[in-house]
């Protein structure tokens, strides 16, 4: 057994309180996350605002009155800090395989005799699908070259335009070293576009001082601003002033009010933006983002190693055997999930479902929890692994009605 209790580590933990921000729902242990993070008090009452102040009692004045032309700018340099950005570099719109096509375009832009796109082989499969549509719609012979982390170097060469990898490893949950990798693509004299998805709100994160070109995440995981919220990008200070937009709309325009039939794009990073800001989903976000306040991201990130470190260790003495861990064992090398490798995966995670442990499951074969610091306790990991326990002595992922696949693993 490990020698320190659930019950000292929470006693120790100074985060603990902000699991009252959130509504989880009784008898829930939620390790996803890392998928869909869940409502705070402070997001329900800035949609509310949102919805029965600024838009029944507003109407349209609103886009004055309320601010709402200026969300995805506002909520950008809120969001700054967590990613280490400077103010003013980051927007919040669209989604994040739209803002990965924007920035794509963008980087190609800025090295037109180059003609190839490079990502790792095990990258997001939106990323892929992203990258490959955008190469075909340049008026470019690009082509996009898939290669493993560890061969990346020699993947790279004087024709490599940009280079596009995910922060953190969705399957596994392994944290790439972002200063050393932008570094090495640099000297190729290519671009660097992190997709920051499964790493923003749980790792902290120096996109400026670690050489990210361009970035992107969601919001709807670790920042929890709900299903489908909007994603933000950011734009190195030095490629503001070149950026474009290969989806220009009104909204990009530098002057939007005056109809004028030929696009101009707005100055800095607004030049992103394509349509009208989903007010609502932003709102939600804007009140998610209050969670953060005060908090040190080096404080979040010891208690996640903490919590992933108990429940490695924990289903390792519990469970001897029975699972292959392909998370990192190196804290500097992981982010802020578990990943479990097992034949009856899927049926696992059901079964823990049911037990109101909620994790999930990516193809072919893992089990997936992710931990995230401002809500979990120790004492959850404890009860968490003891739901585990149970479930394989008794193997209830037998159970049928375990073994059926839903459209959402
Ligand atoms: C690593 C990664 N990239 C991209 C995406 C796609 O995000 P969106 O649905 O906002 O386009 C996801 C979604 O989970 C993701 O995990």
């Not at 959130?22 to 869909?36: A, Q």
């Not at 696009?263 to 983002?289: D, M, N």
């Not at 499951?361 to 997936?368: K, L």
Request: net charge negative; proline share 5%.
């Amino acid at each position: 057994m490990t020698q320190i209790s659930a019950g000292e580590r929470d006693r120790a933990d100074t985060l603990a309180s902000r699991r009252d921000k959130f509504i989880l729902p009784d008898g829930v242990i939620y390790l996803d996350g890392n998928s869909l993070g869940p409502v705070s008090h402070t997001a329900i009452s800035r949609i509310n605002h949102a919805v029965t102040h600024e838009w029944a009692a507003g109407l349209v004045r609103s886009w004055n009155s309320a601010g709402w032309m200026d969300l995805p700018i506002t909520l950008g340099n809120r969001l700054a800090p967590l990613i280490g950005a400077p103010a003013d570099t980051v927007i919040v719109t669209d989604t994040l395989t739209i803002l990965i096509a924007k920035l794509l375009a963008n980087a190609l832009a800025l090295r037109p005799d180059r003609h190839v796109i490079v990502t790792d082989s095990d990258n997001f499969h939106s990323d892929f699908y992203i990258a490959d549509g955008v190469a075909a719609a340049t008026r470019r012979d690009i082509t996009v070259r898939r290669t493993t982390r560890a061969a990346l170097a020699e993947a790279l060469d004087d024709d490599v335009a940009v280079v596009l990898l995910t922060h953190v490893d969705y399957r596994t949950g392994e944290l790439l070293d972002m200063a050393d990798m932008s570094a090495l693509v640099h000297a190729h004299g290519a671009l660097m576009i992190w997709d920051l998805a499964h790493s923003t709100g749980a790792v902290p994160l120096h996109v400026h001082e670690h050489g990210a070109d361009f970035a992107a995440g969601c919001g709807y995981k670790y920042l929890n601003g709900g299903p489908g919220a909007p994603a933000f990008a950011y734009v190195a200070p030095q490629w503001l002033d070149s950026l474009t937009n290969f989806l220009p709309g009104w909204l990009g325009h530098a002057r939007p009010f005056d109809f004028e039939p030929t696009f101009e794009k707005a100055p800095g990073i607004r030049a992103l933006v394509t349509s009208s800001p989903s007010v609502v989903g932003l709102s939600a976000l804007a009140g998610a983002l209050d969670v953060f306040e005060g908090i040190s991201l080096d404080v979040l990130r010891r208690k996640s190693l903490a919590l992933t470190d108990f429940f490695i260790t924990e289903v390792e003495e519990r469970l001897p055997g029975v699972f292959e861990l392909v998370t990192p064992r190196e804290h500097h090398r992981r982010a802020s999930q578990v990943s479990w490798r097992h034949d009856e995966a899927y049926g696992i995670v059901q079964a823990l479902i049911a037990r109101g442990v909620i994790g999930d499951f990516r193809a072919p074969n893992i089990a997936r929890f992710g931990f995230t610091p401002l809500y979990l306790s120790f004492r959850d990991v404890d009860v968490a692994v003891s739901h585990l326990v149970e479930v394989m002595h008794h193997r209830e992922y037998d159970d049928p009605a375990f073994r059926q696949k839903n459209p959402v693993t």
